[in-house]
């Protein structure tokens, strides 16, 4: 069963992709936190310095930092904070390497029922 997610700012209950609040009071940006595993405003915390390195923003509930995901940066539809400040820091959010790990584990398993298929076809 899919979680309730409601922005933070007004208790608006909301979709959990939502990139702006639906409220038309609040408005807020909404972004989903890999370490709170929840649906957060953020704030700008710095800018990124080079021309790899993308902005940091902080998540208002847990306080840490992150920066958005690839595949949000890439335009793809995705609202997520990408985990930062560990000895390596992810280039995607928590929801988005979920499915990288799905995407994954279905290409191998047909694969692996490819080449056994493959081994024990009749032969004529």
């Not at 972004?31 to 990124?48: K, P, V």
Request: charged share 25%.
């Amino acid at each position: 069963m899919p979680k309730d997610y409601q922005c933070p700012a007004c208790r608006n209950p909301i979709d959990g992709d939502a990139l702006v609040c639906s409220n038309s009071e609040c408005r807020k940006e909404l972004a989903y936190c890999s370490h709170c595993r929840d649906i957060t405003t953020y704030s700008f915390l710095e800018a990124g310095a080079g021309r790899f390195s993308r902005d940091k923003f902080r998540c208002v509930r847990c306080e840490r930092i992150g920066v958005k995901c690839l595949t949000w940066k890439a335009g793809g539809y995705c609202n997520g904070l990408a985990r930062t400040g560990s000895r390596w820091d992810q280039p995607l959010c928590a929801r988005c390497m979920h499915r990288v790990g799905e995407m994954g584990r279905s290409v191998l398993g047909w694969t692996l029922a490819g080449a056994l298929g493959g081994l024990i076809k009749r032969r004529k």
